[in-house]
């Protein structure tokens, strides 16, 4: 099948395809230890309380992987095929570079889904894949960030512009805080000069400044429960601090997410959304990426680049 096509491995963090799996899902996200039944409930009724399951969520990510392989075939007919890898679900990263073993592939480029590199999320990916691609005889390069690519930062822009219109003309635009966020990191990595939160800032900045916006800051969100330290302020405090310092008007920008996970569907519409309910904080949220054509764009542009790159 390959007829010399160069792989595209598209790698992200995987969701469960049904309610019926989130315990097996839970329970690889923790290295093979079985989550409590406290535990268990409490991730089920997150699922069960974003349109009463998962598999829209799945849906997104094979829309994302179907929407780059569009635009690489009409950037470079035939020379491309793609192929998903997830992180903690069906089809793993390993199952994704055994399709390609499978179909002849001998060269490809590995992508993850995330804009931002850090070595606990992206090099993680980056990691298993090689290993994978080394057992396999296939040759892989990979897009370790994107996270100032113009076309993503001018589909982030655009988003925010839209979402400062959510709160209608007579609310001035300076009165409202936009927050941008991602997903929290355990703290140790700042001891290992990880790049995360110095791209996410910078992501947040180029943003900023194509929106016009001069009233924003980043926050943390989505820490894991483990006893170690995660990097913080967490949203939901930080929505209580902003509060406190006279803010009544809240647009949050999640841009370490590009689609509509559980962390933005639950964290940020239901559970912050209540905490500003009680700060009476009026809050809204952009629109995420999904299959945003710019955003389509600047993954097509990133596998190729690497792949010229050589």
């Not at 997104?60 to 998903?84: H, K, S």
């Not at 993503?152 to 925010?160: D, F």
């Not at 703290?187 to 916006?213: C, H």
């Amino acid at each position: 099948m390959s007829d010399n096509k160069i792989g595209v491995l598209v790698m992200s963090y995987g969701t469960p395809a049904s309610l019926d799996e989130v315990e097996s899902y839970y329970t690889h996200i923790r290295r093979g230890n079985p989550p409590t039944p406290e535990m268990l409930a409490d991730l089920t009724g997150r699922y069960e309380a974003i349109v009463g399951g998962v598999f829209p969520l799945r849906e997104n990510t094979d829309a994302q992987v179907a929407g780059l392989q569009a635009v690489l075939d009409r950037n470079a007919p035939g020379q491309y095929q793609c192929y998903q890898g997830l992180k903690h679900a069906v089809p793993y990263i390993e199952d994704g570079v055994s399709a390609m073993a499978a179909d002849g592939i001998q060269e490809a480029v590995g992508i993850v889904l995330a804009p931002h590199y850090s070595v606990m999320s992206v090099g993680s990916y980056i990691k298993r894949a090689q290993e994978a691609a080394a057992e396999q005889g296939i040759t892989m390069r990979f897009v370790e960030e994107y996270h100032l690519h113009p076309k993503l930062i001018a589909a982030l822009t655009s988003r925010v512009q839209a979402g400062l219109q959510k709160f209608g003309a007579q609310t001035p635009a300076a009165e409202i805080k936009v927050l941008f966020s991602a997903h929290s990191l355990p703290e140790r990595i700042l001891e290992l000069k990880d790049p995360y939160p110095q791209q996410l800032l910078a992501s947040s900045a180029a943003i900023a400044e194509g929106a016009g916006v001069s009233n924003w800051q980043f926050t943390w969100q989505s820490a894991g429960r483990t006893r170690e330290p995660w990097l913080g302020p967490d949203i939901l405090d930080t929505l209580q601090e902003i509060r406190t310092e006279g803010t009544t008007h809240v647009l949050i920008a999640p841009i370490g997410f590009v689609s509509d996970h559980l962390e933005v569907l639950y964290d940020i519409d239901i559970e912050a959304k209540d905490v500003a309910a009680k700060l009476d904080l009026k809050l809204e949220r952009i629109e995420m990426l999904n299959t945003d054509p710019l955003y389509m764009e600047t993954l097509a542009d990133s596998v190729q680049s690497a792949q010229e790159r050589g």
